[in-house]
């Protein structure tokens, strides 16, 4: 069974940009979550998508967005983008009825 | 502040040693996980936890919860450098997260 997959790897964008980054979850999971990891803050949880829909989201300001298609491959988008952006973005999915996580290799993004 | 707690912060230990790091919970802990992961990479699935007392073992690295005490410590036999990392410790959440300490980075010197 394929992990979970994350595209692109690494992305320099420049302040003001836009972004769009993709996760694959492993088949058959149908939650996909979003997670900001820095070394300040460590990891933050961004947005959960179950069945289409965004069942939960953490706290961070509306530039960062989200969305999960029909055959639960997620993406997410940040708009504006600030220096501080520059994080490295993890994606995990989760089989139904369990909390394990499984995790993808991540999209190292840079904001110059 | 932290939700979830890791010490130490950092580790450093000679190749064939034993190590102990902890995650300790400001909230009820339900359940949790444990990940390694090598700088720059994704989280690698190490064991999860689910009831007060439990203990799993896999190869070398054994991973204990203290319900009463909001607390869940990793132990490591005979360290490899393939030990080393970062071990995160991330706690279920009733809205569908997981919450994570900052982690424990380990080093091991051969």
């Known amino acids: 069974k394929a992990g979970v997959t994350q595209t692109p790897r690494y992305l320099i964008k420049t302040r003001g940009q836009q972004v769009t980054l993709s996760c694959s979850p492993i088949s058959g999971h149908r939650s996909v979550s979003w997670y900001q990891q820095t070394p300040g803050q460590g990891l933050q949880f961004l947005f959960e998508y179950f069945s289409e829909t965004q069942r939960n989201k953490g706290n961070f300001p509306g530039r960062f967005s989200g969305r999960q298609f029909s055959n639960s491959r997620s993406e997410m988008n940040v708009s504006t983008l600030e220096l501080g952006d520059s994080a490295l973005y993890l994606c995990a999915s989760t089989p139904l009825g369990n909390t394990e996580a499984f995790f993808g290799q991540g999209t190292r993004l840079t904001v110059v | 502040s932290q939700e979830l707690e890791q010490s130490p912060q950092s580790l450093i230990v000679q190749e064939g040693k034993n190590l102990t790091i902890n995650c300790t919970s400001s909230?009820?802990?339900?359940?949790l996980y444990w990940y390694k992961q090598k700088y720059g990479e994704g989280l690698i699935f190490l064991m999860m936890?689910?009831?007060?007392?439990e203990e799993k073992s896999h190869e070398k690295i054994t991973a204990k919860l203290d319900e009463k005490k909001q607390q869940s410590s990793l132990h490591i036999t005979a360290s490899q450098p393939s030990h080393a990392g970062i071990y995160l410790c991330?706690?279920?959440?009733?809205?569908?997260?997981?919450?994570f300490g900052k982690g424990n980075q380990v080093v091991v010197i051969p």
């Open positions: 909230k009820t802990l339900y359940g």
């Open positions: 991330g706690a279920p959440r009733g809205d569908n997260r997981l919450a």
């Open positions: 936890l689910q009831k007060g007392g």
